[in-house]
């Protein structure tokens, strides 16, 4: 079965400071891969994906993350962040193409000390 | 555009009684899903609808839970009785179609808390 590990639980930054966030996935097939967001108060929304292509991906707000298909990663990555990336981070993954299941990691909780 | 509606936005009930939870999703998508978030988790999909069909309920505790999307277009969740361990924040979604390219879009959530 699929599984998604985000060990980190809470990561604290100081402004300006660089950011990576750690995902693995564990699933040896073709693999389609996400990085969600909850911002304090917000909806869960798509930060960026990765299906193809490629392999260092850019979303939105400055973030990237990068696919390495032989780590079984996919890390999201922010060269500077600001106070307000102060969020909840998830890592998810679907296996099939052609169904939207995807399962998600636990989560990191950012926080960023102004 | 009008994003996800869900309501309530919170409940609190005791253990063995009944909620339910309701889902608008946004207009035009024909896929829509019902996730659990136990704090600390990330969501877990509980099931997922295809227009009116269901196309994956298999972590839907079955003896419990229930879901319907009669006409195709809003969304239905109910436990029944409910038990503490599914205090947990409930989570619609919506996309335009099933394909995993097409973005799911979530709405702000239901919180249960079970006494």
């Known amino acids: 079965a699929q599984s998604v590990s985000q060990h980190n639980h809470h990561v604290i930054l100081s402004e300006a400071a660089s950011l990576e966030l750690g995902c693995n996935y564990s699933y040896g097939g073709t693999v389609n891969l996400f990085w969600y967001v909850q911002y304090p108060g917000q909806h869960l929304q798509l930060l960026l994906k990765?299906?193809?292509?490629?392999?260092l991906v850019k979303g939105i707000k400055g973030f990237e993350a990068e696919f390495i298909k032989s780590k079984f990663s996919f890390n999201l990555r922010k060269p500077s962040v600001q106070w307000s990336d102060t969020a909840e981070y998830f890592c998810?993954?679907?296996?099939?193409?052609?169904?939207?299941?995807?399962?998600f990691g636990s989560g990191t909780r950012l926080s960023i000390r102004p | 555009e009008a994003g996800v509606a869900q309501s309530p936005r919170y409940k609190i009930i005791e253990k063995r009684q009944s909620v339910a939870f309701w889902c608008n999703p946004i207009s035009g998508h024909a896929t829509l899903y019902w996730y659990q978030q136990i704090l600390g988790q990330g969501p877990k999909l509980l099931i997922q609808f295809q227009n009116n069909g269901v196309v994956d309920d298999s972590q839907l505790p079955k003896d419990r839970f229930s879901a319907e999307r009669l006409k195709g277009v809003d969304s239905t969740l109910k436990i029944q009785p409910a038990k503490l361990e599914d205090s947990a924040v409930y989570l619609c979604a919506s996309s335009l179609d099933r394909a995993a390219y097409n973005e799911q879009f979530f709405g702000p959530g239901t919180r249960l808390t079970v006494l």
């Open positions: 998810a993954v679907n296996a099939d193409s052609s169904a939207s299941k995807i399962i």
């Open positions: 990765y299906f193809s292509g490629d392999p």
